[in-house]
């Protein structure tokens, strides 16, 4: 079996040519795919949050280490898709209408695939509606809304009170971020829950998902 363990330190590092190459090495060697993700990427994005929360890594190191682990993923995915693999939970994510900003939403996307979320990226500018349509299409338990201008907040609020009145809640809960955005603001419209950065939007989203 493959030594994982250098998989993972090549997506700390965010060595993306070394962890194509050691995902492929590994799963020749036959290592499964669940295993290269469980061991590897996702502990390595794992490490990758707690730098970030220590203030090791900042956000340059983040997007590194999450291209990385997005090149292996790209390796490891037609094998998941033969094998049947279940993700932990499905997340929708955007950028709200009107906010065509998506580095963040971008970030906190692969940093949800890389600890085993299937996530369905809407891009930037999604309206509502598009929301609405992509929980009820994709059976998703979680939506995450992402602004970087504040005359989006607007936008933001009602697109939670969108998915409410189209009754995909309490089954599909919102999480909601961005640098605009704060606690006080998630609770006003309604939001299940607030991230402050990428490695937030994971834990929160794994709480979310397992909420009763």
Do not use: C, W
């Amino acid at each position: 079996m493959a030594d994982l363990s250098v998989l993972k330190q090549a997506v700390i590092a965010g060595d993306r040519t070394a962890a194509l190459d050691l995902t492929s090495q590994a799963l020749e060697a036959g290592t499964s795919p669940e295993t290269v993700l469980k061991e590897a990427l996702i502990a390595g994005m794992e490490r990758v949050g707690a730098l970030f929360e220590e203030g090791e890594y900042f956000i340059p190191e983040m997007l590194l280490a999450a291209r990385a682990m997005h090149t292996a993923m790209d390796v490891l995915r037609p094998h998941f898709v033969a094998g049947g693999y279940q993700p932990v939970g499905k997340v929708v994510l955007g950028t709200v209408r009107g906010d065509l900003h998506d580095i963040g939403k971008n970030l906190v996307g692969m940093m949800l695939e890389g600890t085993g979320f299937e996530v369905i990226d809407l891009g930037s500018d999604v309206a509502p509606g598009r929301f609405v349509e992509a929980l009820a299409d994709s059976r998703a338990p979680l939506v995450g809304l992402s602004a970087l201008l504040t005359t989006t907040l607007p936008a933001m609020a009602e697109t939670v009170a969108a998915v409410r009145e189209a009754g995909l809640t309490p089954t599909a809960r919102v999480m909601i971020g961005g640098a605009p955005v704060t606690e006080a603001f998630a609770r006003e419209i309604g939001a299940d829950g607030y991230a402050p950065d990428a490695s937030a939007a994971v834990s929160l989203a794994r709480r979310l998902v397992n909420a009763p």
